[in-house]
């Protein structure tokens, strides 16, 4: 009996160890959400959807002779990386650019939870933001993830894109075991994701933050202050980590539903992808994805990786007054009005 017992006081001893670790990981995840949120509070104006609202960050000339182009972010980001990267150039150069946040990362609402995992329902959301701000048509440019949200956008609300910029995009279905370990599948059950997204993953990714910013810039090294100047902390909130990986599960198969559609986009496409990008391999989804959009354009930069948008933005500048120009340029007349 005195083994049984000790062995009683040992388990108990490491219950309680448990629950103080957990206890004290929801506090750090607490009080990271509360001193990011102060860090980084909202750059623009909100826009009223279904739902709830979308965060915007707008910049340059309104109204613009030049036209208006809308910024979309990719995975576990928020408006400031597009903007911050390419967009205030593009105003400079005298656009109206209005980046948003997608639904449930940086200041948007999440809309309608877990439904709004798909490209084709945010495409929805960013299309209805876009009539409210009187935005279309506009050129609007998807990087990376996005690349399947402006294509949705594209297909389901053409009258909205006078023109499509796709940088390093995923937009090509894939093998969900390719990027997508069986784990993710176990880390999405809603149990599995509120633990993990309100205790451990905040702390975690916080002391990752740097390392893994400096990972999607490969081989290029990362600007000394992209943590800072695209906000990129925002993503350690348990509600934009549960939304980054709602996202990142549902793509695939939302690729397999949208992607046969492609041959019908009739917007002017601009593909901008560099040739040593180590996660969104260029040879599986931006080259052949030009060989399916009618008339699109392939632009592959040598030596340049994922982040195309930040380490060549003046390159991704000259493609988007080049296509502003052609979209400018009235068509030529038919026979008949000759």
Same mark, same amino acid.
């Given at each position: 009996?005195?083994?049984?017992?000790?062995?009683? %006081?040992? #388990?108990?001893?490491?219950?309680? !160890?448990?629950? *103080?670790?957990? =206890? $004290?990981? &929801?506090? +750090?995840?607490?009080?990271?959400?509360?001193?990011?949120?102060?860090?980084?509070?909202?750059?623009?104006?909100?826009?009223?959807?279904?739902?709830?609202?979308?965060?915007?960050?707008?910049?340059?000339?309104?109204?613009?002779?030049?036209?208006?182009?809308?910024?979309?972010?990719?995975?576990?980001?928020?408006?400031?990386?597009?903007?911050?990267?390419?967009?205030?150039?593009?105003?400079?150069?005298?656009?109206?650019?209005?980046?948003?946040?997608?639904?449930?990362?940086?200041?948007?609402?999440?809309?309608?939870?877990?439904?709004?995992?798909?490209?084709?329902?945010?495409?929805?959301?960013?299309?209805?933001?876009?009539?409210? %701000?009187? #935005?279309?048509?506009?050129?609007? !440019?998807?990087? *990376?993830?996005? =690349? $399947?949200? &402006?294509? +949705?956008?594209?297909?389901?609300?053409?009258?909205?894109?006078?023109?499509?910029?796709?940088?390093?995009?995923?937009?090509?279905?894939?093998?969900?075991?390719?990027?997508?370990?069986?784990?993710?599948?176990?880390?999405?059950?809603?149990?599995?994701?509120?633990?993990?997204?309100?205790?451990?993953?905040?702390?975690?990714?916080?002391?990752?933050?740097?390392?893994?910013?400096?990972?999607?810039?490969?081989?290029?090294?990362?600007?000394?202050?992209?943590?800072?100047?695209?906000?990129?902390?925002?993503?350690?909130?348990?509600?934009?980590?549960?939304?980054?990986?709602?996202?990142?599960?549902?793509?695939?198969?939302?690729?397999?539903?949208?992607?046969?559609?492609?041959?019908?986009?009739?917007?002017?496409?601009?593909?901008?992808?560099?040739? +040593?990008?180590?996660?969104?391999?260029?040879?599986?989804?931006?080259?052949?994805?030009?060989?399916?959009?009618?008339?699109?354009?392939?632009?592959?930069?040598?030596?340049?990786?994922?982040?195309?948008?930040?380490?060549?933005?003046?390159?991704?500048?000259?493609?988007?007054?080049?296509?502003?120009?052609?979209?400018?340029?009235?068509?030529?007349?038919?026979?008949?009005?000759?």
């Amino acid at each position: 009996m005195p083994i049984v017992h000790g062995l009683g %006081l040992l #388990l108990a001893g490491l219950l309680a !160890l448990i629950a *103080s670790t957990v =206890g $004290a990981a &929801a506090l +750090a995840t607490l009080i990271i959400h509360l001193r990011v949120s102060e860090r980084f509070p909202p750059q623009g104006q909100f826009v009223d959807v279904s739902g709830g609202r979308l965060a915007t960050i707008e910049a340059g000339p309104n109204p613009s002779a030049r036209g208006t182009v809308v910024l979309l972010h990719g995975a576990s980001a928020n408006a400031s990386d597009p903007m911050e990267g390419v967009g205030r150039r593009l105003a400079a150069r005298g656009f109206r650019v209005v980046a948003f946040d997608r639904p449930g990362f940086g200041w948007s609402d999440r809309l309608n939870g877990s439904a709004m995992a798909s490209p084709a329902a945010q495409g929805r959301a960013i299309a209805e933001a876009m009539d409210r %701000l009187e #935005l279309g048509p506009a050129i609007v !440019l998807g990087h *990376s993830w996005a =690349g $399947a949200l &402006a294509t +949705a956008i594209a297909l389901d609300r053409p009258s909205q894109v006078s023109g499509l910029v796709l940088v390093s995009p995923v937009a090509l279905p894939f093998p969900r075991e390719y990027a997508l370990p069986w784990y993710w599948d176990v880390a999405l059950k809603p149990p599995v994701l509120w633990f993990l997204t309100h205790t451990i993953a905040a702390p975690l990714g916080l002391y990752y933050l740097p390392r893994v910013g400096g990972t999607v810039f490969r081989p290029q090294a990362a600007p000394t202050d992209y943590v800072e100047t695209s906000r990129a902390a925002l993503v350690l909130r348990p509600g934009t980590m549960r939304a980054n990986i709602q996202d990142l599960v549902a793509l695939p198969d939302a690729l397999a539903a949208q992607s046969p559609r492609y041959a019908t986009i009739q917007a002017p496409t601009v593909i901008v992808a560099g040739d +040593a990008d180590p996660v969104v391999l260029t040879e599986q989804q931006a080259k052949p994805l030009a060989q399916t959009i009618p008339g699109a354009k392939l632009v592959v930069l040598p030596g340049i990786g994922h982040m195309v948008q930040i380490v060549s933005a003046e390159a991704l500048v000259g493609e988007i007054e080049a296509l502003a120009e052609r979209i400018a340029q009235p068509l030529p007349a038919s026979p008949a009005e000759r």
